[in-house]
């Protein structure tokens, strides 16, 4: 199983800044990466595929970077409806995801 | 639009059974590998099973292999998962999704039916 680790857990992020968060797999899963946002009491929603390919109807502040087993979400000039909770996924083998970094407001 | 909707969550006692259904709308479902995953309350993501576009081709995490069945019918665009033998740690809100291509990233989400395993 490959295993994926995010970092940080937490991210306290003033409205209008930059968010950089950090997934690492255990193993080179290339670029079968996919990033999902969840808010609240709802069902996660794909923003990132292919480690840098948005998503339809994913905002063009939200970028994606890596390859191998390093990887990157940058959320440019936070919006109020950014602050949720973003995990990591690897699919180069069955799906295994991150632990979530949760984007809080500072 | 696309919609998942699923139904059949509920209490029920550890070595009980539950039977999960799945309604699809506004895309080509037999076209589609489609899947369940599972969260824990509070916790993160769990791949439970996948069910290729034609019926044939199951898979299933270890943790629910040989209790766990899905199933489809593409005439009525509805995806099952029977659970069997369940346990306290299949406690989770369950979500079924459609796989992107050829790929196990999740093109589409449903809203989650909650299944709590307890006595």
């Known amino acids: 199983e490959i295993v994926m680790t995010q970092s940080p857990a937490t991210l306290s992020v003033s409205p209008g800044e930059i968010a950089t968060l950090s997934c690492r797999a255990s193993q080179s899963v290339s670029v079968s990466l996919a990033w999902y946002q969840q808010e609240p009491g709802q069902a996660p929603r794909l923003l990132i595929y292919g480690a840098s390919t948005r998503a339809t109807g994913t905002p063009a502040r939200f970028s994606g970077s890596g390859s191998g087993t390093e990887f990157t979400l940058s959320i440019s000039s936070l919006q109020s409806e950014d602050f949720a909770v973003y995990y990591c996924?690897?699919?180069?083998?069955?799906?295994?995801f991150g632990q979530g970094t949760k984007v809080e407001i500072k | 639009e696309v919609q998942l909707l699923e139904s059949g969550g509920d209490l029920v006692q550890p070595g009980g059974s539950l039977s999960l259904s799945c309604a699809a709308s506004g895309f080509t479902f037999a076209n589609f590998v489609m899947s369940w995953f599972r969260q824990a309350p509070g916790k993160g993501l769990e791949w439970v099973s996948a069910l290729s576009g034609d019926g044939l081709t199951p898979t299933y995490a270890d943790s629910v292999k040989s209790r766990f069945t899905i199933s489809r019918d593409n005439s009525r665009n509805t995806l099952y998962l029977q659970m069997d033998s369940l346990r306290g740690e299949d406690t989770a809100t369950y979500y079924c999704a459609a796989l992107l291509g050829a790929t196990t990233a999740v093109a589409f989400w449903g809203q989650g039916t909650l299944v709590t395993v307890s006595s």
């Open positions: 996924q690897q699919y180069k083998t069955w799906p295994t």
